[in-house]
């Protein structure tokens, strides 16, 4: 029975053997991950080509990676191919450049989360309107960036991008005026709304207009993809 399992572990060493020669870095990431989506999306328009867009890290993903750690030196990144959050940033910084999306300098003082909130609630039951940026209908990106326009904050148009400005915030450390995002009629960040507190967040639904909803309702709880903290 030794004798066996020594057997076998020899033979697992030496199938892994071709792939230690070659170096191959042992990619992160297991099942499908937003970021790895984001990332894949994001490649082709800095000029590195992809195979997929699912969402699941494969060698070829790893590779795109590791072309990108080495292209972009300002970065000082390790060539590793992991898609660690250095590289993460980099990627999202280096596209938000390619688009010409700005960064965000939130204006000084204390609580404007609430303030955020504050004004966010006063739309409440303005209509839906597909591209919609005002008082006669919004969408919920048009919503989102008429609340922070109001606060002298300007953030990009659409949920996509507004998904790349700020920094990320895991769900236990949610804050109010964070921008909460979810993964509805397509895929990655399609729906955005405002965080309120409480687990709530205000935002425009296409069924019914700017409203108050829970994000651990059934719907939203299986479509939350993150949020982004703007302040």
Known sequence: MKSLRIFCLVFIVFLALP?????QPAYKGAGKDERIA?????????????????????????KAIKK???????????PTGLLDDATYRAIQ???NKKQGVQPITPPPGKGKGAGIVQTAALYKGVPYRFGGTDIK???????????????????PRTADVQFRVGSAVERKNLAAGDLVFFETYEKGPSH????????K?????????????????????SRYLGARRIL
């Not at 792939?19 to 170096?23: R, T």
């Not at 490649?43 to 993903?61: A, N």
């Open 19 to 23: 792939a230690l020669a070659k170096g």
């Open 38 to 62: 984001f990332v894949q999306k994001s490649l082709p328009v800095l000029g590195i080509k992809i195979d997929r867009t699912d969402g699941l890290m494969s060698k070829k993903t790893g």
């Open 68 to 78: 990108f750690q080495k292209k972009f030196t300002q970065f000082k990144l390790k």
């Open 93 to 95: 910084d280096e596209l």
């Open 137 to 155: 209908g919004f969408d919920c990106s048009g919503y989102t960036a008429f609340i922070f326009q109001k606060h002298n904050i300007t953030l």
């Open 192 to 199: 955005v709304g405002i965080y309120a507190g409480g687990g």
């Open 201 to 221: 967040f205000w935002h425009a639904s296409s069924s019914r207009g700017v409203m108050l909803s829970g994000l651990d309702e059934q719907y939203w709880r």
